[in-house]
C-alpha cells in the first residue's frame, strides 16, 4: 500500500522560499505511469492544486504559481519536492502531497498525504 | 481554468437521511468529475471516480452521477462518519480545479 509523508519547516519568513519534501513509502516512486502532485488548503478553505511532476522530471504547474513554484524528484530517495519562492501570508496552508492516479484518460487523486502546516510569518 | 460550483455549500441533515450534492462545471468536461470526503484536519479521501465510479473500500451508499457539465453525489443514508466536507474536482483539463466544498453538517 503506497504512503505518502510530507516533512519540512512548519514556519517560512515572508520574502523567503517554502520547501517541502514529499517520502513515498509501500512502493517505488517509479513504479507504473504516475504523476506527483502538490496541493494546498488554506485554513477554512478550499483546495488549490500547486503542479506535478513525472518521474522523467516532466513538470506542469498551475498558472497562477508557475512564476514561483519548482517542483522536483529523487527517484533515488523516492521523494519528490516542492520549492514555493517569495512567500506571503496567503501561501500559509496545509500541504499535501498525492498520487495522481487513473486509467483510459481519467485522473483522480489517490492517495494523499496527511498534510503539512506552514505558516508564513516574520 | 475550469470552474466548479457545488450546491449547497453547506448542510443540516439527520441520520438516515438521503442527501445529494451538486457541482456544476463552467463548461463541459465529460465524466471527468471526482468526489472526495475530508473529515477535520485530515488529508481528502477519494471517494467516487469518472463521475461514477465507487473507490474501493467505498460504502455502496455513495453513489454518483451525471455527465458534461452537472453532476451529483448521493448518500442513500447518513451514516454518523459521513458527516464531513465534500468536494468535487475536475480532471478534464489543467489545471485541475476543486468545488468550494459542501460541508454536511448534523441537524
Known amino acids: 500500500q503506497v504512503q505518502l509523508q510530507e516533512s519540512g519547516p512548519g514556519l517560512v519568513r515572508p520574502s523567503q522560499t517554502l520547501s517541502l519534501t514529499c517520502t513515498v513509502s509501500?512502493?517505488?516512486?517509479?513504479?507504473?505511469?504516475?504523476?506527483w502532485s502538490w496541493i494546498r488548503q488554506p485554513a477554512g478553505k478550499g483546495l488549490e492544486w500547486i503542479g506535478h511532476?513525472?518521474?522523467?522530471?516532466?513538470?506542469n504547474y498551475n498558472p497562477s504559481l508557475k512564476r514561483r513554484v519548482t517542483i522536483s524528484v529523487d527517484t533515488s530517495r523516492n521523494h519528490f519536492s516542492l520549492q514555493l519562492n517569495s512567500v506571503t501570508a496567503a501561501d500559509t496552508a496545509v500541504y499535501f502531497c498525492?498520487?495522481?492516479?487513473?486509467?483510459?484518460?481519467?485522473?483522480?487523486?489517490?492517495?494523499w498525504g496527511q498534510g503539512t502546516l506552514v505558516t508564513v510569518s516574520s | 481554468d475550469i470552474q466548479l460550483t457545488q450546491s449547497p455549500s453547506s448542510l443540516s441533515a439527520s441520520v438516515g437521511d438521503r442527501v445529494t450534492i451538486t457541482c456544476r462545471a463552467s463548461q463541459s468536461i465529460s465524466n471527468n468529475l471526482n468526489w472526495y470526503k475530508q473529515q477535520p484536519g485530515k488529508a481528502p479521501k477519494l471517494l467516487i471516480y469518472?463521475?461514477?465510479t465507487l473507490q474501493r473500500g467505498v460504502p455502496s451508499r455513495f453513489s454518483g452521477y451525471g455527465s458534461r457539465t452537472d453532476f451529483s453525489l448521493t448518500v442513500s443514508s447518513l451514516q454518523p462518519e459521513d458527516f464531513a466536507t465534500y468536494y468535487c474536482q475536475q480532471s478534464y483539463s489543467s489545471p485541475p480545479t476543486f468545488g468550494q466544498g459542501t460541508k454536511l453538517e448534523f441537524k
Open positions: 511532476i513525472y518521474t522523467s522530471g516532466m513538470t
Open positions: 509501500g512502493a517505488s516512486i517509479n513504479s507504473g505511469s504516475y504523476y
Open positions: 469518472a463521475a461514477s
Open positions: 498525492v498520487r495522481d492516479s487513473g486509467w483510459s484518460g481519467h485522473t483522480w487523486f489517490d492517495p
